[in-house]
């Protein structure tokens, strides 16, 4: 057996060795820390609406329109539950990663309903979401296959 057969002489072929198959790494670990950051910044988005701060865009006519305070609570409670959805993930609960999956998606349709009032955050928060969505359904695909 000479040098560089691939035989474990350095080359990285037990690299696997001790590394747990459900735990979160790669892009499930990436995107539970995206999950809690945007759970966090729609809590403080949702403070915002409560308080009925300033910094918010006047809407008339809007179909989807509830006022500024019941958008807060909802941002606030979407935020909580993404939160913890995302501590889920972090905690390796299967279970956890599809909630995640779900509380993703509910918080793409409400940045959407959200875009005249906040439209860049809204857009921001929906392209954060959805990349969620693809790194915790494509991460649990990869390893049902491993």
């Not at 001790?18 to 979160?24: Q, V």
């Not at 905690?91 to 309903?113: C, K, W």
Request: hydrophobic content about 55%; proline content about 2%; overall charge positive.
């Amino acid at each position: 057996m000479g040098a560089g057969t691939g035989t474990g002489s350095g080359t990285g072929a037990h690299s696997h060795v001790g590394r747990s198959s459900t735990s979160p790494r790669g892009g499930s670990l990436f995107a539970s820390v995206v999950l809690m950051v945007i759970g966090a910044t729609n809590i403080l988005q949702g403070v915002a609406a409560v308080r009925r701060d300033r910094v918010f865009t006047s809407v008339s006519g809007y179909a989807y329109a509830f006022n500024l305070h019941a958008w807060g609570w909802i941002h606030v409670g979407l935020g909580v539950l993404l939160g913890v959805a995302a501590l889920g993930i972090l905690m390796r609960s299967r279970i956890a990663r599809y909630i995640g999956i779900a509380f993703a998606s509910l918080n793409l349709v409400a940045q959407f309903m959200w875009l005249p009032y906040q439209p860049i955050w809204a857009v921001v928060g929906m392209a954060l979401s959805a990349f969620v969505i693809w790194a915790l359904a494509i991460d649990w695909h990869a390893r049902r296959t491993a």
